[in-house]
């Protein structure tokens, strides 16, 4: 039996304790704030131990899994590295701030042990990655999703979102630009850009569109290989609507390719 520890205890986190049960990973730590150990348990199981960053912990588990987003990853990720766990995320967008990624970097060269991070909402990056190796010319993100799923984002500037009745696109621009200005809705352009060229040379484009039923990601690429474009459809988790339902499966498949004798 392997033991993962989870950052967060939010709808991903329980999502992922329901599908750990049962298998070969034993659910055994809860990084959350403090005052919130009553919360998490709740969440992810009455038998976890909380605790509040990697300090705290004597013994650490084989694995850790960050499901707090950028600033869960940003806070909690290196310490782990740091002390040879690998870590398992979804919050690819965290590193567009070039900081952050050599802070992670720089912690698991240390720890001699990976950031794993999960494909979230978004599928072909295996062949984008493969891709990569002939050589990439163009990778294209497109997001589009339902005017509510902008709020709180530079999308709401000018407050024209709410009167939108055709589609209406809000940002074009890089991925990197993407990820640090819509935090919580680019994570996909993030994952687009480290499976193939780079944040500075993917290009994305984001949508809000009143008639659109969902979130609609689409990746283009084209290179040596040919040219492809891949798009899905994707619903959101039941407990949230700003949590991609594929982005939490990704990390459970992610938690166990680990230990699979077989992988693809």
């Known amino acids: 039996m392997q033991t993962v520890g989870i950052i967060g205890y939010g709808a991903m986190a329980a999502y992922v304790a329901r599908h750990l049960a049962g298998s070969s990973w034993a659910l055994t730590h809860c990084i959350a704030r403090k005052g919130r150990e009553a919360a998490a348990r709740a969440a992810i199981g009455a038998d976890v131990t909380v605790a509040y960053d990697a300090d705290d912990l004597g013994a650490v588990p084989d694995l850790v899994v960050d499901c707090a987003g950028h600033q869960g990853l940003k806070a909690h990720g290196a310490a782990f590295l740091r002390r040879g766990v690998p870590v398992v995320s979804a919050s690819l967008g965290a590193l567009a701030d070039a900081q952050t990624y050599q802070a992670l970097q720089e912690a698991a060269e240390s720890g001699k042990t990976q950031l794993q ?9 295996d062949a984008l990655s493969a891709a990569r190796i002939g050589g990439l010319s163009d990778v294209v993100y497109t997001g589009r999703k339902p005017p509510q799923s902008w709020r709180g984002t530079p999308a709401e500037e000018g407050g024209c979102l709410e009167a939108l009745d055709e589609a209406m696109t809000h940002f074009e621009g890089s991925a990197r630009d993407a990820a640090l200005r819509y935090p919580k809705n680019a994570n996909v352009a993030a994952a687009v850009a480290l499976a193939g060229v780079g944040f500075d040379k993917t290009q994305a484009r984001l949508i809000a569109d009143p008639k659109a039923q969902g979130n609609t990601h689409t990746l283009s690429a084209s290179g040596a290989f040919g040219s492809f474009t891949f798009t899905i459809s994707g619903e959101s988790l039941p407990d949230t609507p700003r ?20 992988v693809i």
Do not use: C, W
């Open 243 to 262: 949590t991609s339902a594929l982005a939490a499966m990704s990390v459970v498949d992610r938690i166990f390719r680990q230990s699979a004798p077989i």
């Open 117 to 125: 991070l999960a494909s979230g909402a978004i599928g072909a990056l």
